[in-house]
T-cell receptor
Framework: DAMVIQNPRYQVTQFGKPVTLSCSQT?????MYWYQQKSSQAPKLLFH???????NEADTPDNFQSRRPNTSFCFLDIRSPGLGDAAMYLC????????????FGNGTRLTVT | GQNIDQPTEMTATEGAIVQINCTYQ??????LFWYQQHAGEAPTFLSY??LDGLEEKGRFSSFLSRSKGYSYLLLKELQMKDSASYLCAVMDSNYQLIWGAGTKLIIKP
């Protein structure tokens, strides 16, 4: 089945220790998104790629970086995690056109100790 | 600014019907999505409306009125597994999704 896969499902990191979350897709979608979601809040878009074009949201901290080496893979790098960065991180893919829903991975729950 | 409003929490009884409302103000409109999200899991797609009217999909239906900036999700014959958050999201003129904070639906036996 075509899908979006995120690894790991749960990640624990120490305050200030860099961490990388990964996402892969078999849907061949042009667009890949990274969202941060905290409890009982809407998903917050951090950035997205349309093919190789990177689009950063204005309020995404510099602490968050992303890489998309090819169509299938996308990575979220948190350079110096703080306690406030503990959240669920959701990767999603889409075609970037109307009537096209986003397809989400299962998410990575990040804990910062 | 862009804004999506939906109730924070609703409670309903197993077997009953519940309607979850969503109002929106966005820069342009390219459709409205409803997603279901169980606790600790990713959102899953439920429905899409871009034209006014009702879209029915089994026990779930979604309604849209573009002139009123209003949508609702109707869940019939509620089951315990329907306990989840329901997120309303609007695609704006830049094809970006604007998300509501979600409505937590609690189903009681």
């Amino acid at each position: 089945d075509a899908m979006v896969i995120q690894n790991p499902r749960y990640q624990v990191t120490q305050f200030g220790k860099p961490v990388t979350l990964s996402c892969s897709q078999t849907l061949n979608h042009n667009v890949m998104y990274w969202y941060q979601q905290k409890s009982s809040q809407a998903p917050k878009l951090l950035f997205h790629y349309y093919d190789k074009d990177f689009n950063n949201e204005a309020d995404t901290p510099d602490n968050f970086q992303s890489r998309r080496p090819n169509t299938s893979f996308c990575f979220l790098d948190i350079r110096s995690p703080g306690l406030g960065d503990a959240a669920m991180y959701l990767c999603a893919t889409g075609t970037g056109t109307e009537n096209s829903p986003l397809h989400f991975g299962n998410g990575t729950r990040l804990t910062v100790t | 600014g862009q804004n999506i409003d939906q109730p924070t929490e609703m409670t309903a009884t197993e077997g009953a019907i519940v309607q979850i409302n969503c109002t929106y103000q966005t820069s342009g409109f390219n459709g409205l999505f409803w997603y279901q999200q169980h606790a600790g899991e990713a959102p899953t797609f439920l429905s899409y409306n871009v034209l006014d009217g009702l879209e029915e999909k089994g026990r779930f239906s979604s309604f849209l009125s573009r002139s009123k900036g209003y949508s609702y999700l109707l869940l019939k014959e509620l089951q315990m597994k329907d306990s989840a958050s329901y997120l309303c999201a609007v695609m704006d003129s830049n094809y970006q999704l604007i998300w509501g904070a979600g409505t937590k639906l609690i189903i009681k036996p």
